[in-house]
Each structure stands twice: as structure tokens, then as C-alpha cells.
């Protein structure tokens, strides 16, 4: 289990910037080979490495990242038997998995966590960008239909009157 520094949470309607801190440099101990590696963490990271410095570690296991702000809804359905849960929703993490076999995970990348333990992974900019115009679409959606729930409202309460 990794342990998580954590950071400010971004207020509503401020870019989430990853943080300034020099990057750490750290030795883990390659327990396929014996031999001592050392890594320099992405910026920005905030995993505290304490354990995989202690034992011995697989090197695909090692992992930087950052968590962004997160953001909850209150929830119904069969997984909420009690009633509306508060449900994670668009959380993301910046990431970077140096040793893994997925070469496109050893550089920077983003897992965006559409509701809670449901993941879009290892997102590059472009599939981020698409993902986003996606989501930019369903919320204009999401705003018409705003209007039209606020004008039937208005309209339903003038003709109970």
C-alpha cells in the first residue's frame, strides 16, 4: 500500500498545478536482481517512497504521481443499498511508471478517475484532449437542459396557481 503526501486541494475554478518541489532522488533495491537502482521522481510527486526504499521492490511495482483535487456526488443506485453515497467523480492522478513493460506509462500521463474505482488510464495529452471535447459537450448538454428544467419548473408552477 502506498502512502500519499497530501497536497492543498486546488479551490473550484483554479488550474491544479503541480506543485513546485525539486524532484527527490531516491535507491530501491531491484529484487529480481539484487542491485541497488536509483530513480529521480517526476515533479510534482508526492509518494512517500519509504517503502519501496526499505524492501527490496520490483521495478514495474514503482510508481511517481500526484493526485488532483477531488470532487463528490451524491450517488443512488445498487452499489448505495443505504441510500445517496458520496461518490468520488473526475478525480485524476498524474503519474509516471519509469520501469514499466507499457513504454507509453515511463513518461508523464494521467489516470482519470470517472467515478470512484472506475478509470480511464494511462491517458497521454491527445486522449486527454478528446476526453475533455467529451465531457465539454455533455456539460453544454447539461446547461440546455438546465434551461429547459428551469422554464418547465416555472412554467408547472405558474399553471398550479
Known sequence: MRTTVQTPVTAVGETPMVPATEPKTWTFTNCLTGLPVTITCMPGCTVDHSHEIAEPQHPEDISCYTDGPETYLPVIGAACAGGPANVRTLGFRMA??????????????????????????GLDPDALATVIGQLDRQVSRLRVAHAQLTAARAEYVREAM
Open 96 to 121: 509516471v511508471d519509469p520501469f514499466s513493460s507499457t513504454v507509453a506509462l515511463r513518461l508523464p500521463h494521467l489516470n482519470l478517475e470517472v467515478m470512484e474505482e472506475h478509470w480511464l488510464e
